[in-house]
């Protein structure tokens, strides 16, 4: 059983539109963190969130981390085909543990 | 600031043999953990370093190893390859400031291990 899930596991969108991925678990997280890695290179981190309802923007990017820091969703407005990759979130529950990371969500915007 | 590093990018292997990937963290950065993606299981913790010792392992059998030296450097050895081994082995490095729970990873390359 994965201790952190996302949804969907793929997605592939046109060019334009917009799209949300999940991240859930039924465990409390102190902070949550958004990568993005593409084919053959390790994952690039796009942002933290530590605080219960935190939203943070980062261009066309939304992170917003749930109230009760179980959960968190990434929205990208107007999908670019540069915005392409496998996108995982991880989670760590208190200081010195390690993180663990949910299954990606694997994502293709077509020109 | 030079990003981690970790050699070699490419390796083949065959079955029995041992591995050893090395990893050059962030400047700085004290602490060290491995992690191993493979298409069917995603990325898994394999082990983290802190301060030359280690601070947390993940659900690895014992083929699997590592160390961090003085300069925060560490190597990771996998003995007796098996099949099973080929995947993309990650580094990630990160300052681990004490308590703070937000401690950020930056992610090296890989190594990507082919095991035949």
């Known amino acids: 059983t994965q201790l952190l899930e996302q949804s969907p596991q793929f997605l592939s969108i046109q060019e334009g539109e917009n799209l949300t991925v999940y991240c859930n678990s039924s465990?409390?997280?102190?902070?949550l963190q958004w990568y993005r890695q593409e084919p053959g290179e390790g994952p690039v981190l796009l942002v933290t969130?530590?605080?219960?309802?935190e939203v943070k923007k980062l261009k066309r990017l939304t992170f917003q981390f749930g109230d009760a820091r179980k959960d968190s969703s990434l929205h990208i407005t107007a999908a670019q085909p540069g915005d392409t990759g496998l996108y995982l979130c991880a989670g760590v529950r208190d200081y010195g543990q390690n993180f663990v990371f949910g299954p990606g969500t694997r994502l293709s915007v077509l020109p | 600031k030079a990003g981690v590093t970790q050699t070699p990018r490419y390796l083949i292997k065959t079955r029995g043999q041992q591995v050893t990937l090395s990893c050059s963290p962030i400047?700085?950065?004290?602490?060290v953990s491995w992690y191993q993606q493979t298409p069917g299981q995603g990325l898994q913790f394999l082990f983290e370093?802190?301060?030359?010792?280690?601070?947390n392992k993940g659900n690895f059998p014992g083929r699997f190893s590592g160390r961090q030296f003085s300069n925060s450097r560490s190597e990771m050895n996998v003995s007796t390859l098996e099949l099973g081994d080929s995947a993309l082995y990650l580094c990630?490095?990160?300052?681990?400031?004490?308590?703070?729970?937000?401690?950020?990873?930056?992610f090296g390359p890989g190594t990507r291990l082919t095991v035949l």
């Open positions: 400047s700085g950065h004290r602490s």
């Open positions: 465990s409390v997280f102190s902070s």
């Open positions: 370093y802190f301060s030359e010792t280690q601070r």
């Open positions: 969130v530590v605080t219960g309802g």
């Open positions: 990630a490095s990160s300052l681990s400031r004490q308590r703070r729970v937000s401690n950020e990873q930056f």
